[in-house]
Antibody
Framework: QVHLVESGGGVVQPGRSLRLSCAASGFTFRDYGMHWVRRPPGKGLEWVAVIWHDGSNEYYADFVKGRFTISRDNSKSTLYLQMNSLRVEDTAVYYC??????????WGQGTMVTVSS | QSALTQPASVSGSPGQSISISCTGTSSDVGSFNLVSWYQQHPGIAPKLMIYEVTKRPSGVSNRFSGSKSGNTASLTISGLQADDEADYYCCSFASGSNWVFGGGTKLTVL
């Protein structure tokens, strides 16, 4: 069964860092590009970042560029999101999602990140 | 990238059909046949309903269909059921290897 499980969320002060993880199972992780998508409280979905299946390319939404870094370890079937210089407006549920034909076909259950002083 | 434009809410009675529009620009919806639609119930992860404008993933009811004309894509749900009540989001691949979501539409089944 195909599964994505996020972890690493929590409460953090503005300006601090946090690293999210997404453990994949049930499919050949190294064959798929992967995304991070977030949903701020009371708002809609926002695309955050994508990484190619082999890690050769990364792209970011403007609002995280220079602060967030997406990476992956195909030997561990795990996706990461390193979030630095966090802002209050980064508060959201963060989902990892599998890339399929420029859509997101498999989603994790999400992990909550709260940035607050 | 600006968010795609969706109506904030739509409603319909059981058995009826409704459509949700999703308007973008020539840099996203208008340039690529790569529009997808997601259903999200409260507290649950989004679910892919339509990809590449018109394609349904395995397991998604044929009551859900997609289309596109110019810079506007649409999701149509026929034979509305109570369980269709949820938030719906469109998304498009965009120039520069970005993805952009719509603001979301709350569907109420009366």
């Amino acid at each position: 069964q195909v599964h994505l499980v996020e972890s690493g969320g929590g409460v953090v002060q503005p300006g601090r860092s946090l690293r999210l993880s997404c453990a994949a199972s049930g499919f050949t992780f190294r064959d798929y590009g992967m995304h991070w998508v977030r949903r701020p409280p009371g708002k809609g979905l926002e695309w955050v970042a994508v990484i190619w299946h082999d890690g050769s390319n990364e792209y970011y939404a403007d609002f995280v560029k220079g602060r967030f870094t997406i990476s992956r370890d195909n030997s561990k079937s795990t996706l990461y999101l390193q979030m630095n210089s966090l802002r209050v407006e980064d508060t959201a549920v963060y989902y990892c999602a599998r890339r399929y034909s420029e859509a997101f076909d498999i989603w994790g259950q999400g992990t909550m990140v709260t940035v607050s002083s | 990238q600006s968010a795609l434009t969706q109506p904030a809410s739509v409603s319909g009675s059981p058995g009826q059909s409704i459509s949700i529009s999703c308007t973008g620009t020539s840099s996203d919806v208008g340039s690529f046949n790569l529009v997808s639609w997601y259903q999200q119930h409260p507290g649950i992860a989004p679910k892919l309903m339509i990809y590449e404008v018109t394609k349904r993933p395995s397991g998604v009811s044929n009551r859900f269909s997609g289309s596109k004309s110019g810079n506007t894509a649409s999701l149509t749900i026929s034979g509305l059921q109570a369980d269709d009540e949820a938030d719906y989001y469109c998304c498009s691949f965009a120039s520069g290897s970005n993805w952009v979501f719509g603001g979301g539409t709350k569907l109420t089944v009366l």
